[in-house]
């Protein structure tokens, strides 16, 4: 894997999206297009370790998804369930620790077991975290949060006074990660498709045609060089970011 030239970025997010074109495009069903992104899944995790991005989120199943075809639906949860109960080894292997973020309790029982399995299994990593996003939705998290957030403070944990964005964020799903540098989507759409609204204020965007079951380590080394090449400015000046760098 050659090494890019810029930072690497710490987290990276992925919308992963394109699986039912690449499908069609072959004259397939839209569940072999899933099955072939399970697939680069496997390979886009490992490739983002190699690179050492410490992080990485892929969106997996939005709280929208449920209004797809019961037998899409069906399909996605039985990709999930054999993918964590082939990886869950390879994971402890690698020292990779497995999150989950969205309202998990909602899915299928045995998606569920095996996600546990697998979370309390690498619970104990620290350097590499890969993070799926499932039955998730930004706008139900900030909903899941705030009620968090109101029974802290009904119970006193927290102080009104003390309310900033920080001690919100601890009531996110997120909470404890660092937020992504780097948000990709794939398959040529601009969209954030209510994904880590909050979380990617400051990211950076990158959009790539290539179909996800086509995506590559390629196009993720492509994606990195090009994050590399960004000014992260923060809300800074370009001069004012300058200066700190070169100090
Ligand atoms: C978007 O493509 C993709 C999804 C809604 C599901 C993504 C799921 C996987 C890659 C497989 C399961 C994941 C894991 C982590 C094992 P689309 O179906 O919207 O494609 P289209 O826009 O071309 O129709």
Redesign the pocket.
Known sequence: MPIPSGPIPNHVAI??????????QRGLP?IE???R??E??REITHAARELGVRCIT?????VE?WK?PAA?VGA?MG??E???KR?TANLVRDKVRLRAIGRTQDLPEPVRRQLDAAMSETAHFNDYTLV?A?NYGSRTEVVDAARSYASALAAGTVRQDDTSWETFARHLYTSGMPDPDLVIRT?G?HRVSNFMLSQAAYAEFVFTPV???DFTKVDLLAAVEIFGKRERRFGLTSEQVKSTTSA
Do not use: C, Q
């Not at 892929?58 to 939005?62: C, I, P, R």
């Open positions: 919308i992963m999206d394109g699986n039912g074109r690449w499908a069609k839209r297009g899933h099955r992104g399970v680069t899944v892929l969106y997996a199943f939005s998804n797809r899409e996605l990709l999930l054999f993918f964590l990886e799926l499932l398959s759409e179909l996800w079951p």
